[in-house]
């Protein structure tokens, strides 16, 4: 029976266009012949559809075989075109001698599992492939793949019957569904089959065949879905209600088409002619570019320059605007024009030039010159198009060269040997050593289970040598690459950012060789080496399924390198698998190893910041507010859940969520939170984001939660991506998300990373876990929760540009910007709302270059969204809306969570002194009576230690025995108290340090108290507990500095500070040394408020903390 249900993920389509079947006729339906070279009714021969192969690219435009035009802006979806790319192309041309331009490319999937042959970091992907460990969903949603005589099939082997529809609907081949499932005589059966989406379009019909057509080219309808007998006709303007569906190539289906009164027929401008680059290559109107643009041979890494001369030889002036390379071309570079005096024009002589900025008008009898360099990066032969762009007409030229290399058939030049003990040495030595290895011998992959093929790979974006090269050098970057300080704009943003993740990358492969391991041996375990890890346990280093580790033989120079594959993961060693014949030969030898990192998530915060353009200026840095038209219509409240708006664009600036009365699922929602939720269900302002400013408490993630049921159930044909950069995080939201009893099984998955443990996912939640197997089927849910770099996966599946179209971000503060673009990304487009929720003054991004930290990548998405003006606190304006506008901002006040004394510090320090307390007295006094408390009206209990901060062994990370102990004894004593009625579910214990976590748990353990949640700050993010305790760990004052450096503590942390201080409900409890914690402005503060408030013990104060509190 779960063979059969899990087929959601086997079915793929084949026609290009459906096989018409339907419940309308007892006739086999007619299969739709091939697109290729397939000719409208009403514009005979002047449009056709056909596959063929991008064979040129220019700045903005290019060529399909040579011979058909696009410009970028038809392309579909957000893949860049690329030389070589297979694509489908609908083309037309005005009259039957102009030339073909492309009305609409798709780049062609590309189906392949194979590794790149230099050794792909595809299985470190944390892609949603399934390894088995975690139940598929039950069905619920899917696809018609049969019908035909009122029965048919949802997903190739659950039957339905036409009665079984809602009312009014003709289900056809294709269509995606909604389904409940009943038992019936043992056989699983489809009731109240109905389609999954419902959307309303006006455009234009671009093709019309014999009896179906497309509009827009990428909307399916049959002719007898139009009304009251139209025929439809070529560039006809229509108002179509579609519902999804696979049709070939299309994803939607036109159920109801009705014709618009005809508009003035607009001119197209004249596409190019048929031989369109024949015609590039001709000299025009006069103008004449010579000159040898063939390089000839070259070596590799040698550079060579040509001169191309441009004459205008005609009788009127030419204007020449710019000269163009393809984009992605890196071995060339076009200098800037130098014009040639008139009286020496004739001659063509170079001693008597001037250079020439911007654009130039080239007199009769006029000349000028450019210089071109080529530096070769790659042997063979290299053939590009250099277009001059006039502007009445361009002119091209190919520049070749081929590059020969007279090492390509030696061996790399190896290492030089290892001197001493690889120990003594640094970690940057370590990595700058280790740039020259010898060969690999790759190790056995993970076989994923059941495989996947993905249809588009993601890039490796290794590091260029040139960066690497300037980091083991140690150049000067900010000389070396002087837009690094530049200050971030949409022109820069791409390389800007693509540089800092590159300096990150390198920065993690330094500390990453902290962690290697001089002459080791490992041990067989039935197929697997088995190697032990100092420090796994806690994640130094971090090691996961599919992760590489690579062994060399100690002090041998230039000798093979063997790459082992993780398959399994323990507590204090991993289960490697290496080439058999290693495998078959190992006796025990002792190896040196090195460990490496996913670089997954990096590869995806590439791959968005690459995408980055598509969203658009006002989504990046946005500067003026465009009031668009609502996504809801207030007045169709009372209407049918198919009910859909078009809505008439205002051209005034005007919040009408003032006028917009909702049913609200939560009836527990404030002001603030009700208007926030009106905003985002209108979505006005969009696409430009829009922020949900929680500080703790305040309900920011149960704002959300009513926004996506609300546009769940008010807007059809919506389909929501939600994503948080921790699975902590997505969970919780995915749990609040069903506890709200509104969402069927159906409504929402959770997309879980393949590596991720069944163990650590909520038991409430797994009913809506998928692991990706199924990943055709997990797309076309109304939600999908998923990590931010997890929703990287989706990419792969060539999604088009709408297929979400809104996307949440929890705890946007947290994730980089890079890592945030991933899920926004998704949503590319005029009409997508994005809303990004979370607190500036939070946790931010955890990074380890030292650049990264100071030019920008510190800043998440939301913070730096929040820093420009239209998103600013102005206290001048939006007085009644908390100094936000607040049709971009609304800032939540109401703190649900804490008691007043616990509140005072954080709203002082970080939010203006703002927050109101409103939460339950007999929550948040629950613990004022407990008989430790110093101060019985402020739960809060600062004990100073002197203690000890020691490690183990080689092991990095600290722990102190005499706060661990401490730690338990005031949990013990919070568990005797039975008048606070207090649950080992109800305290969290938060501490920096993994090792100090250990200790505390191991402690718990014997005694019988696993429950209590400890862990770091990270952990406890959005979370809270009616009681908190503390173990700062750090107590010696000379190791300040080294905490400082690697952030291994929330000490000098202002935002991991206030997360930890905004956990607790009723009692706040903090171990530490105040002799090491006075050092810190935050720390200061808290002492103080603590001392003052009769809330501290233990041992004698810092004079520095009594002097400030006499102050």
Same mark, same amino acid.
Request: aromatic share 10%; hydrophobic share 35%.
């Given at each position: 029976?779960?063979?059969?249900?899990?087929?959601?993920?086997?079915?793929?389509?084949?026609?290009?266009?459906?096989?018409?079947?339907?419940?309308?006729?007892?006739?086999?339906?007619?299969?739709?012949?091939?697109?290729?070279?397939?000719?409208?009714?009403?514009?005979?021969?002047?449009?056709?559809?056909?596959?063929?192969?991008?064979?040129?690219?220019?700045?903005?435009?290019?060529?399909?075989?040579?011979?058909?035009?696009?410009?970028?802006?038809?392309?579909?979806?957000?893949?860049?075109?690329?030389?070589?790319?297979?694509?489908?192309?609908?083309?037309?041309?005005?009259?039957?001698?102009?030339?073909?331009?492309?009305?609409?490319?798709?780049?062609?999937?590309?189906? &392949?599992?194979?590794?790149?042959?230099?050794?792909?970091?595809?299985?470190?992907?944390?892609?949603?492939?399934?390894?088995?460990?975690?139940?598929?969903?039950?069905?619920?949603?899917?696809?018609?793949?049969?019908?035909?005589?009122?029965?048919?099939?949802?997903?190739?082997?659950?039957?339905?019957?036409?009665?079984?529809?809602?009312?009014?609907?003709?289900?056809?081949?294709?269509?995606?569904?909604?389904?409940?499932?009943?038992?019936?005589?043992?056989?699983?059966?489809?009731?109240?089959?109905?389609?999954?989406?419902?959307?309303?379009? &006006?455009?234009?019909?671009?093709?019309?065949?014999?009896?179906?057509?497309?509009?827009?080219?990428?909307?399916?309808?049959?002719?007898?879905?139009?009304?009251?007998?139209?025929?439809?006709?070529?560039?006809?303007?229509?108002?179509?209600?579609?519902?999804?569906?696979?049709?070939?190539?299309?994803?939607?289906?036109?159920?109801?088409?009705?014709?618009?009164?005809?508009?003035?027929?607009?001119?197209?401008?004249?596409?190019?002619?048929?031989?369109?680059?024949?015609?590039?290559?001709?000299?025009?109107?006069?103008?004449?570019?010579?000159?040898?643009?063939?390089?000839?041979?070259?070596?590799?890494?040698?550079?060579?320059?040509?001169?191309?001369?441009?004459?205008?030889?005609?009788?009127?002036?030419?204007?020449?605007?710019?000269?163009?390379?393809?984009?992605?071309?890196?071995?060339?570079?076009?200098?800037?024009?130098?014009?040639?005096?008139?009286?020496?024009?004739?001659?063509?002589?170079?001693?008597?030039?001037?250079?020439?900025?911007?654009?130039?008008?080239?007199?009769?009898?006029?000349?000028?010159?450019?210089?071109?360099?080529?530096?070769?990066?790659?042997?063979?032969?290299?053939?590009?198009?250099?277009?001059?762009?006039?502007?009445?007409?361009?002119?091209?030229?190919?520049?070749?060269?081929?590059?020969?290399?007279?090492?390509?058939?030696?061996?790399?030049?190896?290492?030089?040997?290892?001197?001493?003990?690889?120990?003594?040495?640094?970690?940057?030595?370590?990595?700058?050593?280790?740039?020259?290895?010898?060969?690999?011998?790759?190790?056995?992959?993970?076989?994923?289970?059941?495989?996947?093929?993905?249809?588009?790979?993601?890039?490796?974006?290794?590091?260029?040598?040139?960066?690497?090269?300037?980091?083991?050098?140690?150049?000067?970057?900010?000389?070396?690459?002087?837009?690094?300080?530049?200050?971030?704009?949409?022109?820069?943003?791409?390389?800007?950012?693509?540089?800092?993740?590159?300096?990150?990358?390198?920065?993690?492969?330094?500390?990453?060789?902290?962690?290697?391991?001089?002459?080791?041996?490992?041990?067989?375990?039935?197929?697997?080496?088995?190697?032990?890890?100092?420090?796994?346990?806690?994640?130094?280093?971090?090691?996961?399924?599919?992760?590489?580790?690579?062994?060399?033989?100690?002090?041998?120079?230039?000798?093979?390198?063997?790459?082992?594959?993780?398959?399994?993961?323990?507590?204090?060693?991993?289960?490697?698998?290496?080439?058999?014949?290693?495998?078959?030969?190992?006796?025990?030898?002792?190896?040196?190893?090195?460990?490496?990192?996913?670089?997954?998530?990096?590869?995806?915060?590439?791959?968005?910041?690459?995408?980055?353009?598509?969203?658009?200026?006002?989504?990046?840095?946005?500067?003026?507010?465009?009031?668009?038209?609502?996504?809801?219509?207030?007045?169709?409240?009372?209407?049918?859940?198919?009910?859909?708006?078009?809505?008439?664009?205002?051209?005034?600036?005007?919040?009408?969520?003032?006028?917009?009365?909702?049913?609200?699922?939560?009836?527990?929602?404030?002001?603030?939170?009700?208007?926030?939720?009106?905003?985002?269900?209108?979505?006005?302002?969009?696409?430009?984001?829009?922020?949900?400013?929680?500080?703790?408490?305040?309900?920011?993630?149960?704002?959300?939660?009513?926004?996506?049921?609300?546009?769940?159930?008010?807007?059809?044909?919506?389909?929501?991506?939600?994503?948080?950069?921790?699975?902590?995080?997505?969970?919780?939201?995915?749990?609040?998300?069903?506890?709200?009893?509104?969402?069927?099984?159906?409504?929402?998955?959770?997309?879980?990373?393949?590596?991720?443990?069944?163990?650590?996912?909520?038991?409430?939640?797994?009913?809506?876990?998928?692991?990706?197997?199924?990943?055709?089927?997990?797309?076309?849910?109304?939600?999908?929760?998923?990590?931010?770099?997890?929703?990287?996966?989706?990419?792969?599946?060539?999604?088009?540009?709408?297929?979400?179209?809104?996307?949440?971000?929890?705890?946007?503060?947290?994730?980089?910007?890079?890592?945030?673009?991933?899920?926004?990304?998704?949503?590319?487009?005029?009409?997508?709302?994005?809303?990004?929720?979370?607190?500036?003054?939070?946790?931010?991004?955890?990074?380890?270059?030292?650049?990264?930290?100071?030019?920008?990548?510190?800043?998440?998405?939301?913070?730096?969204?929040?820093?420009?003006?239209?998103?600013?606190?102005?206290?001048?304006?939006?007085?009644?809306?908390?100094?936000?506008?607040?049709?971009?901002?609304?800032?939540?006040?109401?703190?649900?969570?804490?008691?007043?004394?616990?509140?005072?510090?954080?709203?002082?320090?970080?939010?203006?002194?703002?927050?109101?307390?409103?939460?339950?007295?007999?929550?948040?006094?629950?613990?004022?009576?407990?008989?430790?408390?110093?101060?019985?009206?402020?739960?809060?209990?600062?004990?100073?230690?002197?203690?000890?901060?020691?490690?183990?062994?080689?092991?990095?990370?600290?722990?102190?025995?005499?706060? &661990?102990?401490?730690?338990?004894?005031?949990?013990?004593?919070?568990?005797?108290?039975?008048?606070?009625?207090?649950?080992?579910?109800?305290?969290?214990?938060? &501490?920096?340090?993994?090792?100090?976590?250990?200790?505390?748990?191991?402690?718990?353990?014997?005694?019988?108290?696993?429950?209590?949640?400890?862990?770091?700050?990270?952990?406890?993010?959005?979370?809270?507990?009616?009681?908190?305790?503390?173990?700062?760990?750090?107590?010696?004052?000379?190791?300040?500095?080294?905490?400082?450096?690697?952030?291994?503590?929330?000490?000098?942390?202002?935002?991991?500070?206030?997360?930890?201080?905004?956990?607790?409900?009723?009692?706040?409890?903090?171990?530490?040394?105040?002799?090491?914690?006075?050092?810190?402005?935050?720390?200061?503060?808290?002492?103080?408020?603590?001392?003052?408030?009769?809330?501290?013990?233990?041992?004698?104060?810092?004079?520095?903390?009594?002097?400030?509190?006499?102050?």
């Amino acid at each position: 029976m779960f063979n059969a249900l899990t087929k959601f993920a086997n079915f793929l389509w084949k026609e290009d266009v459906p096989r018409r079947q339907s419940f309308s006729s007892s006739v086999d339906g007619v299969v739709v012949r091939s697109h290729s070279w397939e000719r409208t009714k009403s514009c005979e021969e002047n449009s056709r559809t056909f596959t063929g192969y991008i064979t040129n690219l220019f700045g903005n435009h290019g060529l399909i075989d040579g011979d058909v035009y696009f410009s970028y802006n038809v392309v579909v979806g957000s893949q860049r075109p690329q030389v070589g790319n297979e694509v489908s192309v609908i083309a037309s041309r005005q009259h039957r001698e102009g030339g073909w331009y492309a009305d609409q490319v798709s780049i062609l999937k590309q189906w &392949t599992e194979e590794n790149d042959s230099d050794h792909s970091d595809d299985s470190n992907e944390s892609e949603s492939v399934s390894n088995g460990l975690l139940k598929e969903l039950a069905p619920g949603v899917g696809t018609i793949t049969q019908c035909h005589l009122g029965e048919g099939l949802i997903n190739e082997d659950i039957p339905f019957k036409i009665e079984n529809c809602i009312k009014g609907y003709i289900p056809e081949v294709g269509d995606w569904v909604t389904v409940d499932l009943r038992e019936n005589n043992g056989e699983v059966v489809a009731f109240d089959v109905q389609p999954l989406r419902q959307q309303q379009f &006006t455009s234009e019909v671009s093709v019309v065949l014999r009896d179906h057509g497309y509009i827009k080219k990428d909307i399916f309808f049959y002719v007898k879905a139009c009304a009251d007998g139209y025929k439809p006709q070529c560039k006809d303007q229509v108002c179509c209600t579609a519902i999804e569906s696979k049709q070939g190539k299309c994803n939607w289906r036109a159920i109801s088409v009705s014709r618009l009164p005809r508009s003035p027929h607009n001119q197209i401008e004249t596409a190019p002619h048929s031989n369109y680059l024949g015609d590039l290559l001709k000299d025009k109107e006069g103008i004449i570019i010579s000159g040898i643009s063939d390089f000839g041979k070259m070596s590799k890494e040698e550079s060579k320059v040509i001169t191309l001369w441009i004459r205008n030889n005609g009788n009127h002036p030419q204007t020449l605007l710019e000269i163009q390379l393809p984009t992605e071309e890196i071995q060339y570079h076009v200098d800037r024009l130098k014009v040639v005096k008139e009286m020496m024009a004739s001659s063509k002589s170079a001693s008597s030039s001037r250079e020439v900025k911007g654009q130039l008008v080239l007199q009769p009898k006029m000349a000028a010159y450019v210089n071109i360099s080529c530096t070769t990066k790659y042997i063979g032969s290299h053939k590009v198009l250099l277009v001059f762009k006039f502007d009445k007409f361009r002119i091209g030229r190919h520049l070749t060269v081929t590059v020969i290399d007279p090492y390509q058939n030696y061996m790399p030049q190896q290492s030089q040997p290892i001197q001493g003990s690889q120990q003594s040495k640094t970690p940057f030595t370590r990595y700058r050593e280790s740039m020259d290895e010898g060969w690999v011998v790759p190790g056995e992959k993970i076989t994923r289970f059941p495989k996947l093929q993905l249809p588009k790979k993601l890039g490796q974006y290794r590091v260029p040598q040139e960066i690497r090269n300037a980091v083991i050098n140690s150049d000067e970057l900010r000389e070396v690459f002087p837009f690094l300080e530049e200050t971030l704009c949409y022109e820069n943003y791409e390389s800007k950012f693509s540089l800092l993740l590159y300096l990150e990358e390198i920065q993690l492969d330094i500390d990453i060789r902290a962690f290697d391991l001089e002459q080791v041996c490992l041990n067989i375990v039935g197929e697997y080496l088995s190697l032990k890890v100092p420090g796994l346990a806690e994640g130094r280093p971090s090691v996961l399924v599919g992760d590489r580790v690579y062994l060399s033989t100690p002090g041998a120079e230039g000798g093979p390198v063997f790459e082992g594959i993780v398959h399994e993961v323990h507590s204090d060693e991993v289960y490697l698998k290496f080439n058999a014949e290693f495998h078959s030969k190992y006796l025990g030898e002792d190896y040196d190893v090195r460990f490496t990192f996913n670089r997954t998530p990096l590869r995806r915060f590439h791959q968005a910041v690459e995408y980055a353009p598509n969203l658009g200026r006002n989504v990046l840095f946005p500067t003026t507010v465009e009031n668009q038209p609502p996504l809801y219509n207030p007045s169709s409240d009372q209407a049918t859940e198919s009910s859909y708006l078009t809505p008439t664009k205002s051209a005034s600036r005007v919040d009408i969520s003032s006028q917009l009365t909702l049913q609200f699922f939560n009836r527990q929602l404030n002001d603030r939170q009700m208007s926030a939720v009106k905003r985002i269900l209108l979505g006005q302002c969009r696409p430009m984001p829009y922020i949900l400013f929680g500080p703790p408490g305040t309900g920011k993630t149960i704002t959300l939660v009513e926004t996506i049921l609300q546009i769940l159930t008010k807007l059809p044909g919506s389909r929501i991506l939600a994503c948080a950069p921790s699975n902590s995080a997505a969970d919780l939201l995915a749990e609040r998300l069903h506890k709200s009893g509104i969402l069927k099984l159906t409504d929402m998955v959770r997309l879980n990373a393949f590596q991720r443990n069944e163990d650590n996912i909520p038991d409430k939640i797994r009913p809506y876990c998928s692991s990706g197997n199924n990943l055709d089927i997990v797309v076309h849910y109304r939600i999908i929760i998923s990590t931010c770099v997890n929703s990287g996966v989706l990419y792969t599946y060539g999604l088009k540009p709408g297929h979400f179209t809104h996307v949440f971000i929890d705890e946007a503060g947290q994730a980089t910007e890079p890592e945030c673009l991933i899920p926004v990304g998704l949503v590319a487009g005029t009409d997508g709302q994005i809303t990004l929720s979370g607190d500036p003054e939070q946790l931010g991004p955890i990074l380890h270059s030292p650049y990264t930290k100071s030019h920008g990548l510190e800043l998440s998405f939301l913070e730096r969204i929040m820093g420009q003006e239209l998103y600013s606190r102005d206290e001048t304006k939006f007085v009644t809306s908390g100094y936000f506008d607040p049709m971009l901002v609304t800032k939540l006040i109401y703190n649900y969570r804490s008691h007043p004394a616990l509140l005072h510090l954080p709203s002082v320090l970080f939010y203006a002194n703002e927050l109101e307390v409103k939460a339950e007295k007999t929550l948040t006094h629950s613990l004022c009576g407990w008989k430790s408390l110093p101060n019985k009206t402020v739960p809060i209990l600062f004990h100073g230690i002197r203690g000890e901060d020691l490690r183990e062994g080689n092991c990095p990370s600290w722990f102190n025995p005499f706060e &661990t102990v401490q730690v338990v004894r005031y949990l013990q004593g919070l568990l005797a108290d039975y008048s606070s009625y207090l649950t080992e579910e109800d305290i969290g214990i938060i &501490t920096p340090y993994r090792k100090q976590v250990e200790k505390i748990r191991m402690l718990l353990s014997h005694l019988g108290r696993d429950v209590v949640k400890v862990g770091s700050v990270e952990e406890f993010q959005g979370q809270e507990r009616k009681a908190i305790i503390i173990s700062a760990v750090r107590t010696n004052e000379e190791l300040m500095n080294f905490d400082q450096r690697h952030i291994l503590g929330f000490l000098c942390n202002p935002k991991r500070f206030n997360v930890c201080i905004t956990r607790a409900q009723a009692l706040l409890i903090i171990v530490g040394n105040p002799y090491v914690l006075m050092h810190d402005f935050y720390w200061l503060t808290l002492l103080k408020y603590c001392v003052e408030n009769d809330a501290y013990v233990g041992c004698e104060l810092p004079e520095k903390v009594t002097a400030a509190c006499d102050s």
